[in-house]
């Protein structure tokens, strides 16, 4: 299964995310420059559990490489398809995680679960001499945060059968969950010299999986109000779509409209089509500057017509997104 895109909408920059990207990718232009089967290098940038628990090989490295191999080892490569894969995969799910967390946590966050994950494959082999690089223990926390928040949200596959692809949109939760399986089933049928490191995948989602429910007792710190100023998108879709509701005894509908902080500042203009029946006409929707969250804005007879040429109107809930 490759995923393509998912559906989750997304009101901030993932500036974290971008540069954890550019990150990888200058790592991995070093090792074009230097050779991607230059086994010194990853033997010591790389997570090599015998390089901890074995001290005729403990003894070759420094303290200070024992520490910075648990960092270094997430941002290695062993070629292209392994680096492109999960980029790939860290722009699907990143932008929705880092939006949830912050940027600061967020970068704590994706940290942590690559040393979890990394600690998970070293507890479970921990004499492996093979070294573990890339990035996809962090990811797979990533991947874990994205289960839990967004279940309902829909990932578009790509699953190929024989040589014929066929494009399916499957929910976030059955995605990952089939994932999460996959690399149990692999984990629990392959040894540690398998080539991959099944365990720190299964680590790194656990992982990610319970610091979504520690960041939810944590509180919002200022830093992250003033951070979020900076990433939040400036705008939202100019076209919508408002999924109006009523009463049966009511010829009034009422909906949601979406705006960011920065246009209920200033003021924006909106086109909204509103389905109804076997119509979905287009209007114009005038926001004033300095909306305030839950405004409610009423829109003169473009609600339901009733007996005796009576007809409704619309009333728009404003919510605004990124509010601060």
Not at 50 to 68: D, G, I, Q
Not at 105 to 124: A, E, P, T
Not at 189 to 194: E, I, N, V
Request: hydrophobic letters at 45%.
């Amino acid at each position: 299964m490759i995923p393509i895109r998912d559906n989750q909408p997304s009101n901030c920059f993932p500036v974290v995310t971008y540069i954890l990207m550019g990150i990888n990718l200058l790592v991995f232009l070093l090792q074009l420059n230097i050779g991607l089967d230059n086994k010194a290098f990853f033997y010591s940038y790389g997570l090599v559990p015998a390089k901890y628990s074995v001290h005729e090989m403990s003894k070759h490295f420094s303290t200070a490489n024992h520490l910075f191999s648990v960092f270094s080892y997430m941002f290695l490569h062993g070629g292209f398809l392994h680096f492109i894969g999960n980029m790939w995969t860290l722009y699907i799910f990143g932008d929705n995680v880092e939006e949830h967390f912050g940027a600061l946590r967020f970068l704590g966050f994706y940290l942590i679960c690559g040393i979890v994950s990394g600690m998970f494959h070293f507890f479970l082999n921990s004499v492996s001499m093979v070294p573990t690089i890339g990035a996809s223990g962090a990811i797979a926390g990533v991947m874990g945060a994205y289960f839990l928040l967004y279940p309902k949200s829909r990932i578009l596959t790509l699953i190929p059968i024989i040589i014929i692809p066929w494009f399916v949109e499957i929910p976030a939760f059955i995605f990952l969950g089939i994932w999460f399986l996959i690399q149990f089933l692999n984990a629990a049928g392959s040894g540690a010299g398998s080539g991959i490191a099944w365990w720190a995948h299964i680590g790194g989602f656990i992982a990610g999986f319970f610091l979504v429910k520690l960041n939810q007792k944590l509180p919002i710190t200022g830093t992250r109000l003033k951070l979020d100023q900076f990433t939040a998108k400036k705008r939202s879709p100019r076209l919508q779509m408002i999924v109006a509701s009523g009463r049966t005894d009511s010829p009034d509908l009422y909906g949601n409209i979406d705006i960011t902080s920065i246009e209920a500042f200033s003021g924006t203009n909106k086109m909204v089509t509103i389905p109804w029946g076997f119509y979905k006409p287009l209007y114009k929707v005038k926001i004033p500057p300095k909306v305030k969250q839950g405004t409610k804005l009423r829109l003169s007879g473009m609600g339901k017509s009733i007996p005796g040429g009576i007809k409704g109107d619309m009333y728009l809930t404003v919510n605004i997104k990124n509010a601060f």
